[in-house]
């Protein structure tokens, strides 16, 4: 483990870190995470009227229509605001030369629904959601990229300095905006390709991969292993999470319709299933500390558990630790992965209920398991008897560490 952690730390990480700062994937990122409060609203929309009670199904059935409007216009609008989203952060990013970020979505914004255009030249509105992110982060990126060239290379409209700034300013994107549109308008109208067709195809071997039990087995252990090192997981490799939220869309549209969802590992899956108290489920081991012979540890214990209720757990994963430390990164790398591999069967079974609803990630585990599946009962058991299967992979390595701790106190005594 000690050779793993080492190759993990010199080869990997430098690698990994070049990764997470990258100009593109920070955009992603950040783009992403703005979205996330319309998702949990319109989530809270779709659920209200499908409550798996069939007394509160029936008296909502009549209003059913009135309150997915919401979710019509926060779920089903995540790809219109990632195209300005996106685009805002990509221009953010640059730094040798100022791209106003404003002027960017906009231009971004408009080009998406220029790329969003039917054979019939009618917007299609079906892709404003989920299924049309791919195509809101190229054009982003696509459009970010324009306006860079130009205004390094001093190809704007240039005011004199009596104008107003903020005159000057929406004129500088009017050649890069212009230019933008017509590439965008070329392939579209003028060839006939259809960019959304064309992206979906290109991204969904990774979507299908991440759908996919060694797939999602794969991403989730070097996820750990990052950790491991001190790195953000999450953060590194959230270049995912377009993947995820798209298979969360199509599965929330197949709940609203009485139909199967179709993608195991939508997103949700990771927050109601694997991260109990946080990544890597370290909510039991934080009740392993509280029960500590060890005074540091039953106090790390008791000042963890209020964050960790609340899937926070950097103090765990600090203050054990579990970074940079080869025994305690075992269990949390092996309590992910068998949880992972436990929910991913009985879903693929359909011996319990897929996510089809997107709870605040902050939610308290078992209960973000009945929201994320729309109530589902079987999944919140198998929630409960997650955080036991937790605690026992935790148990013995935690044993061992305590033991270590009491031996190192009697000899200082």
């Known amino acids: 483990m000690n050779k793993l952690m080492s190759f993990v730390e010199d080869k990997m990480a430098p690698v990994f870190s070049k990764l997470a700062a990258n100009h593109h994937m920070a955009a992603v990122r950040d783009g992403m995470m703005v979205t996330i409060p319309l998702t949990i609203i319109g989530s809270i929309f779709l659920m209200i009227p499908n409550i798996p009670i069939d007394a509160v199904t029936t008296f909502f059935e009549p209003y059913a229509g009135i309150f997915t409007t919401v979710t019509s216009v926060t779920l089903d609008a995540v790809g219109l605001v990632a195209a300005f989203t996106i685009a805002y952060y990509f221009a953010k990013g640059y730094s040798d030369v100022e791209v106003d970020p404003l002027i960017t979505a906009m231009i971004s914004g408009v080009s998406f629904l220029l790329a969003t255009l039917t054979d019939e030249f009618t917007i299609d509105t079906g892709l404003f959601g989920t299924k049309g992110l791919f195509t809101a982060m190229i054009v982003a990126f696509l459009t970010g990229s324009i306006l860079h060239l130009f205004i390094k290379k001093d190809l704007v409209i240039h005011f004199p300095d009596n104008v107003p ?46 759908n996919t039990l060694p797939g999602f087995m794969i991403f989730m252990f070097i996820r750990c292993l990052l950790w491991g090192v001190g790195i953000h997981g999450g953060a590194v490799l959230s270049i995912a999470n377009p993947v995820f939220l798209t298979m969360f869309g199509e599965n929330a549209a197949a709940f609203a319709a009485g139909t199967t969802p179709p993608f195991i590992t939508a997103n949700g899956f990771m927050e109601g299933f694997i991260f109990f108290g946080g990544g890597g489920a370290t909510l039991p081991l934080v009740f392993l500390m509280m029960r500590s012979k060890d005074k540091g540890f039953k106090t790390l214990g008791k000042l963890c558990l209020p964050s960790s209720l609340f899937e926070i757990n950097e103090p765990v994963v600090f203050g054990v630790p579990i970074v940079m430390n080869p025994l305690m990164i075992i269990p949390y790398i092996l309590a992910t992965e068998v949880l992972a591999l436990g929910t991913y069967l009985l879903m693929y079974f359909n011996i319990i209920g897929r996510v089809v609803v997107n709870a605040p990630w902050t939610m308290p585990p078992v209960i973000t398991a009945y929201l994320n599946t729309g109530g589902n009962i079987p999944a919140t058991i198998w929630s409960i008897v997650e955080l036991f299967i937790a605690g026992a992979i935790y148990y013995p390595f935690f044993k061992i560490m305590e033991k270590q701790r009491l031996q190192e106190e009697n000899e200082e005594a």
């Open 165 to 210: 700034p903020m005159v000057s300013t929406s004129f500088m994107g009017l050649i890069p905006g212009l230019v933008t549109l017509v590439i965008i308008w070329i392939v579209r109208i003028i060839l006939g390709i259809n960019i959304n067709d064309v992206l979906t195809a290109i991204f969904s071997p990774l979507v299908f991969a991440l």
